[in-house]
Structure formats: C-alpha cells, structure tokens
C-alpha cells in the first residue's frame, strides 16, 4: 500500500490503490490507518482514495465514524484530510453516537478564520443534513451563515445562500 501511495500522483495508480482497497478490508483499514497517520501528502493520497472508494459506492468508509470525528476535532490535522472526509460525510448517515461531535467539530470549522473554503462548504453541507434531524440547530447554522457572507468567497457565498433560502422554507 505504502509504495503504491509514495509513487508520484497520476489517475492510473490512484485508481489502482481504490481497485485494491475497495473489497478488501484489511487493506482498507491499512488506508485508514495512513490517512489518519497526518503524513503529508501519503495521507492526503490515502484520503483521496477513500474518497473515490466512496464515490464507488465501494469501501468501508462507514466502519471508521469514530476515527472520522477525533479527525475531525483534531487541531493537527490538515485542511486537505478534513476537506476529504466532510466532501464524504454530506452523502452518508452519520450514526446518532457520533453526530453530536461530527457537529461541533463542523461549527467549530466553520467559524475558524484558517479553515480552507472547501472545508467550510462542506461543513455547511453537513450541518445542513443535520438541521433535518436537529431542527433547533437551524438559528445556530443561519446566524453561522450569515457571518461568514460578508468576507466568504464567491463559491462560499453560493452555498450559503443557497443554504439560507432551504431553511428559509
């Protein structure tokens, strides 16, 4: 796995990483275990692959909730691993045990002025699934939203708004 991820990035060895991991367990959990080592770019090669498993609709991304939320809370870990696995966690369910952290961890990302804009759109997704089932979140997410429009990017700017006009209904 290791000498698959240390080759230079290209399509064809990302895809084969994600053609080995996918079915298999153990080598997922090898992935996994890179990923959340905070290597650089291993583990931010290790991410993409989780990602695109996901993408697939293959691998075992949601064995992992637990080590995705202490990733996520974690301030040593980097925009690219955190944007990976949030890009992720907007498609699935996150279970009840681990939402709550998944939560803070997304408001905390959201208001922190370092966080990359794609972590905080994909924050924004997130949090956006979770007013569904935590309607009294709504007010906190508005009032997140509309700090961050007046400095946000324009695609950040998008989602908000776009985001507020669904809580609106």
């Known amino acids: 796995m290791k000498e698959l991820l240390a080759k230079p990035a290209s399509k064809s060895n990302s895809l084969k990483i994600v053609e080995l991991v996918s079915r298999n367990e153990n ?4 992935l996994v275990e890179i990923a959340l080592a905070n290597d650089g770019i ?13 993408d697939n609709k293959q691998g075992f991304f949601c064995d992992y909730f637990p080590q995705w939320a202490i990733m996520l809370a974690g301030k040593d870990y980097s925009d690219s691993l955190k ?8 498609f699935v369910e996150i279970p009840e045990e681990n939402q709550a952290s998944i939560i803070d961890s997304c408001f905390e990302l959201l208001v922190e002025k370092k966080s990359a804009v ?7 997704g997130v949090l956006e699934n979770m007013v569904k089932l935590y309607p009294e979140l ?13 400095t946000a990017s324009s695609g950040l700017k998008n989602r ?8 609106s209904k």
């Open 118 to 124: 794609a972590v905080k759109a994909f924050s924004l």
């Open 83 to 90: 944007r990976s696995v949030l890009r992720t966690l907007q």
């Open 42 to 54: 291993m583990s931010d090669k290790a991410t993409w692959a989780i990602t695109h498993c996901h």
């Open 160 to 167: 908000g708004k776009h985001i507020l006009k669904r809580l």
């Open 27 to 30: 080598e997922y959990k090898k």
């Open 138 to 150: 709504k007010n906190e997410l508005i009032s997140c939203i509309e700090l961050l429009l007046p």
